[in-house]
């Protein structure tokens, strides 16, 4: 049997960190300036997560937003099924992906009830085939409804390591990205300040990775929602000084905090993995819970494939000599774009590294491209590598397809399947005794 | 006689079959290769449970999806020598290494070939020598692994077969229209072409053609009550009839089995590069090639300017979200043209009708008007 709630927990006491505070001051800052460079006539272009930014680093007066992190912002904000019922009620179906679906009622609502009034319209809109497809047919929506370019970053999916034909073909297309801003805007691509840039982002993975490494000490450093809220600004401020700054400060913090033991979950009994985007609108009650459980979800599949290429965890190192390649060749660097071996390889790594106990597979009606392969994956993890595991059923941005006794039934089964092979493996250490 | 059984009995006569989805590989390097290249969709009318797919999908894949495995993984025959698959949606592209652990354990586990076909608009990135790497490195990976080897003068052939059977599914297409063959008898041959031998679906093609050639009038009898449809699979035998008993004629369809599949070859050559550059490139539009989006609303608005259809059902699959998200603009714009529309949804396990057939009797009494 799991434990009992433990109300002693010093998670409900955490205040607010340092690098939280700067965090969210970052947030705001890139929202505010976004909207006013726009406002002063910046060329703005809209990209799906895994765009490289740093591209648009190279040209003056170019600004981006990015819509998935707009929506998962608005789920966090409690305003997701409002935005997703505007697009419900113009034609769009339920079952399309809740980020499209806020994303989409937010834009056809001009921005009404979005923590960040909306995004400014674009002048070009980019999306890409790896990390989901399905972003091509939603930002479709927008180039047909406003007649606005649309480039179509066409990426190989990784069924295995990359393949050095398919990053040619991505770097021609990079060049083709770069010439049709030169041709739209006006402005003309400045390689220098493009490379500073990649560095910028290079170095803020570095410290991301050292962030991240917080969770291996037992009890861990860092619970998941430090690293699920701490992954927006690579996602609105990347290629910025600011970015590889905040994660500097963000590492050495929380390994400060670790070195005089401060921890989120001091109780740590369970140490798990979480396997899918982040359930944006339950991050506090989900912590809340978990912590009152002595359980500590301390690594994602979500947040270690940042900065690191297919079936790995590591950071993988920029070698300073060609920007282009090093792009091409992260550009399936989030975990979507992998196929079941690719992650299973990287799954087994974290697991191993972060001392597992249990894998929680959180199937995501609104992620199809994350979630269908998650049976298999589970069957390997508890067939292959004997550790347990479960599946809930969540919605990364829609509070309406969520229900938080099913899910924390699920998760205490874990920890009882946890509990019985601790149980089985102690009776087997005092047999042989 | 069910599409395993099909399959079984053509596997004595042929010596390497080849299982691809989803629906428009290379058909003709297959079979000028010696293969015989079935395509595995619209398995409907074969699988109507999910007792092994369901062990490895979720119940929000779609039910193309969730058929496709069942089928692969329930059978313990050996009928299928390589599968093969291409870029599609979010869903399929998880499938070749889902349908992988299925097979785990087989003793003669097909080997699963993978390609992907660009999806970059021309006018935005040149893809010809990507395409054109892609299609070689195929033929080569089929010699070395098959012992076969690639002739254009074969491939010339192939290149004839499929589009002498194109060219009579459109004739048959013509039929539906005026009312000489019924739609559901047209969905029937043009999935049982998708499992047969290309000559022996040329064969039944080419016998209902010569039967009821002399009914087909060259003058169109624009039928006042007469509809369009389209989506990725062919509707249920149960909203046909529906629509028949009716009097609504159905005057063309945007079926990935079939319009979208048969509208286009290109033309004769023994470079399999550059008919596959033409052949992706000029493609009739569909959701699963991303780059044809632009193309598709001229591509229905000269559909129903042909055939002066008054009605428009997109008969949409359920999790299917490439369709979710054009049909709101699609039905708008045809709206704008006076086009009644008329979005169905349709699930795995959705075929006697009853949860649009009130729906549909409206969307008639209103075409009739």
Redesign the interface.
């Given at each position: 049997m799991a434990d009992l709630p433990n109300n002693n927990t010093q998670h409900h006491r955490r205040r607010k960190s340092t690098a939280g505070k700067r965090l969210s001051e970052i947030m705001q800052n890139d929202y505010v300036r976004l909207h006013q460079k726009a406002e002063n006539g910046a060329f703005v272009v809209w990209i799906a997560i895994v765009v490289p930014a740093e591209l648009f680093s190279g040209f003056e007066n170019v600004v981006y937003a990015v819509p998935e992190s707009h929506a998962a912002m608005s789920a966090g904000k409690g305003v997701g099924p409002l935005q997703c019922e505007k697009a419900e009620n113009?034609?769009?179906?339920p079952?399309?992906?809740s980020y499209?679906r806020i994303d989409l009622g937010t834009s056809f609502d001009g921005g009404k009830d979005s923590p960040t009034f909306g995004l400014p319209k674009p002048h070009l809109l980019i999306s890409d085939?790896n990390n989901?497809?399905?972003l091509?047919?939603?930002f479709?929506?927008y180039?047909?409804?406003w007649g606005i370019p649309h480039?179509?970053?066409?990426v190989?999916?990784c069924?295995e390591t990359q393949k050095e034909?398919?990053l040619h073909?991505i770097l021609?297309?990079y060049q083709?990205i770069i010439k049709?801003i030169e041709s739209m805007s006006g402005q003309k691509f400045d390689y220098y300040r493009f490379i500073e840039a990649v560095q910028n982002s290079h170095e803020a993975l570095s410290h991301w990775k050292r962030f991240l490494s917080a969770a291996a000490h037992k009890p861990s450093g860092i619970t998941v929602f430090d690293s699920f809220v701490q992954m927006a600004p690579f996602l609105t401020s990347r290629g910025t000084k600011e970015l590889a700054e905040h994660y500097r400060l963000l590492a050495d913090e929380t390994l400060e905090n670790v070195s005089r033991g401060i921890f989120p979950v001091p109780n740590e009994k369970y140490r798990l993995l979480w396997d899918n985007i982040a359930p944006w609108h339950q991050l506090n009650k989900m912590s809340a819970h978990l912590a009152e459980l002595n359980t500590n979800i301390v690594a994602a599949s979500y947040t270690y494939c940042m900065g690191s290429i297919e079936g790995e965890i590591d950071l993988y190192n920029y070698d300073g000599i060609d920007p282009l390649r090093y792009l091409a060749r992260t550009q399936n660097f989030s975990v979507c774009p992998h196929?079941?071996?690719l992650r299973f390889q990287s799954m087994k790594k974290s697991i191993a590294s972060m001392e597992i106990d249990g894998v929680i597979f959180a199937?995501n009606?609104s992620c199809?491209?994350y979630?269908?392969?998650?049976?298999?994956l589970l069957?390997r993890t508890t067939d292959n590598l004997g550790v347990p595991a479960v599946m809930i059923d969540i919605d990364h941005a829609d509070a309406r397809k969520y229900t938080e006794e099913n899910v924390f039934l699920r998760v205490e089964a874990l920890l009882e399947l946890i509990d019985a092979k601790r149980n089985a493996l102690a009776r087997a250490h005092r047999n042989e005794g | 006689m069910n599409a395993f059984d099909e399959i079984k009995a053509l596997r004595k006569d042929i010596s390497k079959t080849i299982g691809c989805f989803p629906l428009y590989p290379p058909l003709e390097l297959f079979h000028s290769m010696g293969f015989t290249p079935f395509v595995f969709w619209d398995l409907r009318h074969f699988i109507n449970s999910f007792n092994t797919a369901d062990?490895?999908?979720?119940a929000?894949?779609c039910s193309v999806?969730r058929r496709l495995v069942e089928f692969i993984c329930s059978t313990s025959d050996d009928i299928i020598d390589v599968f093969f698959m291409y870029?599609a949606?979010?869903?399929l592209?998880?499938l070749?290494?889902?349908i992988?652990?299925c097979l785990q354990g087989k003793v003669n586990k097909p080997r699963i070939f993978?390609m992907?076909i660009?999806?970059?608009?021309e006018e935005?990135?040149?893809?010809n020598n990507?395409l054109s790497?892609r299609i070689t490195a195929l033929i080569r990976e089929l010699e070395k692994s098959f012992g076969v080897a690639f002739s254009p003068e074969r491939f010339r052939q192939s290149i004839a077969l499929y589009r002498k059977m194109r060219l009579l599914n459109e004739k048959l297409e013509k039929m539906v229209a005026q009312d000489i063959i019924s739609y559901n008898l047209f969905s029937l041959i043009t999935q049982k072409g998708l499992f047969a031998k290309i000559e022996n679906h040329i064969e039944e093609l080419e016998s209902i053609a010569a039967h009821l050639s002399s009914s087909l009038k060259n003058e169109f009898d624009f039928p006042s009550a007469s509809v369009i449809i389209s989506g990725i699979l062919t509707p249920p035998a149960a909203l046909i009839d529906a629509l028949e008993n009716y009097k609504i004629r159905i005057v063309g369809n945007d079926i990935a089995t079939q319009r979208r599949s048969y509208a286009y070859t290109p033309g004769d050559t023994g470079d399999p590069c550059l008919y596959y550059r033409n052949f992706y490139r000029h493609h009739f539009p569909c959701?699963t090639l991303?780059?044809t989006?632009d193309q598709r609303l001229a591509a229905i608005k000269n559909l129903i300017y042909n055939t002066r259809a008054r009605g428009f059902i997109f008969i949409?699959e359920?999790?299917c979200?490439?369709e979710?998200?054009?049909?709101?603009?699609l039905?708008?714009k045809l709206r704008e043209m006076g086009v009644f529309t008329l979005h169905l949804?349709i699930s795995a396990d959705d075929d006697s009708g009853a949860n649009y057939m009130t729906r549909l009797e409206a969307f008639a009494e209103l075409l009739k008007s």
């Open positions: 113009n034609g769009y179906s079952d399309l992906c499209a085939n989901c497809s399905l091509v047919k939603w479709d929506v180039h047909r409804e480039f179509i970053l066409d190989p999916f069924y034909e398919d073909y021609s297309q083709d049709t196929g079941l071996e199937s009606r199809k491209v979630s269908l392969m998650q049976m298999d069957k | 062990k490895h999908l979720q929000y894949a999806s870029n949606c979010d869903t592209r998880n070749p290494e889902i992988n652990c993978k992907h660009p999806m970059a608009p935005q990135t040149k893809t990507y790497g959701p991303l780059y989006g949409g359920k999790f979200e490439y979710y998200f054009e049909i709101p603009y039905e708008k949804e």
